[in-house]
């Protein structure tokens, strides 16, 4: 089984590499097939190591070699395919080969084709040691690695101009790449901190040792690294305040924004707190704040999604929402259900990102809702597969979504904190209304699209055909509810409900019901004209529109001071001191040698004088010398 | 009695003379001659040392300088010649063709 986890693993990597040797050619169609056949060994590699998992229960370990050896300190390159991580891997490889499939056709008249397919294998490549590696060193590495290959995605388009923020919000690929990877820098360094200590206190970053020694520690300890480790997770998993980049990220391109921005990398974080759960069970207080945050940004990021009207941007909050969703979980022990929200989102988000660029690729890159509509009469099946994707974002039985984020709200109920589940009650509300505000904007209504001058068109076969195993998973991923269960509490602690019969029932019935109203709303009010004018007027609408003016406060609050210090580190201490000082010395030099070329006047005579004056200098140093000693 | 003081004042003299001939002389003739005069104080002073310390070396080493001087001046009463079939003059102030 080896054989498999090594292809699994290396695979995305030769698809790199391979891509990175035409990175400055013009575009081979090529180097994406390849890719894509590549990616799809890993799947199918990832699928064999499911399937062995499932039926012998036997953990595939493999040591690649050692990595850290000094000291007390050991770190070997180390895999394991375990219940968590194979279940990580099949969805990463199925997501990412659909991708890479798909941007064969979405990338087609760019010019940086087989450059993007490089990052996008090497995103890949990251995202795999992240999941696989069976100690955190090597986690880390992933970690580091996906932000890379995110910071190069986000910013591919890197050559597009700054533009003000009223114009676009995020500014331009390249400030928001940047934005992305100083705030995962910010969350890595608290991460960082929980993994030293943890080396500090355990003496080792292998998983297996770490987690049967933790229990040894006392609460503050483990309290501590329990917080590290979940500030790490918030700036991967833009949890606030650390949010606000996975909304500019949507600067990339949009496969990478349904493989990284939606289905995987950002999901890192809960994957990392789901791993850790020997940690984290021991610490329901933290737990507790991991769930509150996760359903106050469940909250916050689905009410920015409420009023924005650029497309890609409203996909973006609603996955801000749904990781908060997976941290509720999380946060209150309830692992499987965690990770297993987190699979199917992959599936169902990613394919709404898929249909959000052939919507995009039908309007020119237009990303303004308000200048859409009626585009279901040429995009019909773009049009269905969205549409389906919406209805498992809302929780719509029997899609995908219904069955995880259902299961959510009943442990938040079940584990006795109703204040936790109302906000997440009212959070699937909201989803569904932005999910189908989205959707009546786009494909139904009045076709405004004619008065701007566009002239869509369906994408090309392969493009929704790479969608449809996405949308197929949407339908019927949730149906897998039991075995995954089953699967999956061999390894992660499994969740007892405490509540039965009616009261579920009556729980799922509550949350299909607010569900299904704000479908009803969004889909009754933009069918009849939308809300009027006026309410673009309120407080509350720009407010949320500005995203709570947080972008702007940390301009205000962060960037510019910085800038400020920034501006007086340079001209007060770069400039006068230590550049002044530098110049002062060469100056000195410049100076004595311009003042001593007379001496090398060419006249043999003086020159002998020179040599006569040098010579009695010596001699007088060695009187002085000897008469000193 | 002679002692080695004597030889090395004698010495100190001799490379005095020749001192300011090489400072004070323009012919370059004279100012080989002064260089020949600060060698052979050396000379001096390396051969008295050897006697008074018995060693053979110091006087090894007068012979080497014998050698190589007069070597130098074969080869710079060459060159002397050759500057002078070219310039007319031996002064050392005209030999300014490095200058920068």
Not at chain 1, 70 to 81: C, S
């Amino acid at each position: 089984m080896e054989k498999y986890l090594y292809i699994a693993l290396f695979a995305p990597l030769v698809s790199s590499l391979f891509a990175a040797l035409f990175a400055t050619k013009p575009k081979k169609l090529f180097v994406g097939i390849v890719a894509s056949i590549l990616l799809f060994i890993s799947f199918v590699s990832s699928a064999i190591l499911l399937s062995y998992l499932a039926g012998t229960e036997e953990i595939v370990k493999v040591t690649l070699f050692d990595w850290i050896t000094t000291g007390k300190l050991n770190i070997p390159f180390g895999f394991v395919v375990d219940e968590v991580s194979v279940i990580m891997m099949v969805t990463v490889t199925l997501v990412s080969t659909l991708v890479h499939i798909y941007s064969i056709g979405y990338m087609e008249h760019d010019k940086g084709f087989n450059r993007f397919f490089s990052y996008l294998s090497a995103f890949v490549f990251s995202m795999l040691i992240l999941v696989m590696s069976d100690n955190f060193a090597g986690l880390f590495i992933g970690w580091e690695g996906v932000g890379l290959c995110s910071w190069l995605l986000i910013g591919f388009w890197y050559y597009k101009k700054d533009e003000p923020r009223e114009v676009n919000p995020s500014i331009s690929p390249a400030w928001a790449a940047n934005e992305a990877f100083i705030m995962n820098r910010i969350a890595d360094l608290g991460m960082l901190l929980g993994l030293f200590l943890i080396y500090w206190h355990i003496g080792s970053l292998q998983y297996d040792v770490v987690f049967a020694h933790v229990d040894m520690f006392s609460i503050s300890v483990i309290t501590l690294m329990g917080i590290f480790l979940f500030i790490g997770a918030m700036g991967k998993s833009a949890q606030f305040p650390l949010h606000t980049w996975l909304a500019d990220a949507m600067e990339g391109p949009t496969p990478v924004s349904a493989l990284i921005h939606a289905a995987t990398m950002v999901t890192a974080g809960v994957y990392l707190v789901i791993r850790s759960f020997p940690i984290y069970s021991q610490i329901p207080d933290i737990g507790f704040y991991i769930a509150c945050l996760g359903a106050f940004v469940a909250v916050f990021a689905a009410s920015m999604a409420l009023v924005n009207t650029d497309l890609k941007r409203i996909i973006a909050y609603s996955t801000l929402s749904q990781l908060g969703y997976m941290f509720v979980a999380a946060g209150l022990e309830a692992y499987w259900i965690a990770l297993f929200h987190l699979m199917t989102h992959a599936f169902f988000k990613a394919l709404l990102f898929l249909g959000a660029g052939n919507v995009m690729h039908a309007m020119n890159d237009e990303l303004n809702i308000f200048k859409m509509g009626g585009l279901y009469k040429v995009m019909k099946w773009t049009a269905i597969m969205m549409i389906i994707a919406s209805l498992a974002l809302s929780g719509i039985y029997p899609f995908a979504g219904f069955f995880s984020k259902d299961k959510i709200l009943e442990v938040a109920f079940d584990s006795g904190h109703y204040l936790l589940w109302f906000t997440l009650w009212v959070g699937a509300g909201m989803t569904a209304f932005y999910s189908f505000r989205l959707i009546m904007l786009v494909f139904f209504g009045e076709e405004r699209y004619k008065k701007y001058g566009f002239h869509p068109h369906e994408a090309p076969w392969y493009m929704l055909a790479a969608m449809a195993p996405l949308a197929v998973l949407a339908i019927i991923a949730g149906f897998f509810e039991e075995p995954f269960e089953e699967f999956v509490t061999r390894l992660l602690p499994e969740y007892h409900f405490h509540i039965h019969g009616i009261l579920t029932v009556a729980l799922v019935g509550l949350t299909t019901l607010i569900a299904l109203s704000g479908i009803a709303l969004a889909v009754y009010k933009y069918s009849h004209g939308g809300f009027s004018e006026k309410w673009k007027e309120t407080f509350i609408y720009k407010l949320l529109y500005n995203q709570y003016y947080i972008p702007i406060l940390y301009d205000k609050l962060f960037v510019e001071p910085y800038k400020e210090l920034s501006k007086i580190a340079w001209k007060e201490l770069d400039l006068r001191i230590v550049d002044a000082t530098v110049d002062f010395i060469a100056g000195v030099i410049y100076s004595t040698g311009f003042k001593g070329r007379v001496i090398q006047s060419g006249n043999l005579s003086k020159m002998l004088r020179w040599m006569v004056i040098g010579l009695l200098i010596l001699l007088i140093l060695v009187v002085v010398y000897s008469m000193a000693r | 009695m002679i002692t080695l003081n004597h030889y090395l004042v004698l010495a100190a003299i001799l490379f005095s003379i020749a001192l300011v001939g090489i400072l004070r002389r323009k012919n370059l003739l004279l100012l080989f001659f002064a260089t020949e005069i600060a060698l052979n104080a050396i000379n001096i002073a390396l051969a008295a040392f050897s006697k008074y310390l018995g060693d053979l070396t110091g006087q090894l080493f007068a012979f080497f300088i014998i050698a190589i001087a007069a070597s130098e001046v074969a080869v710079g009463l060459g060159l002397l010649i050759i500057w002078y079939k070219r310039t007319g003059n031996i002064d050392l102030d005209s030999l300014q063709s490095m200058k920068w």
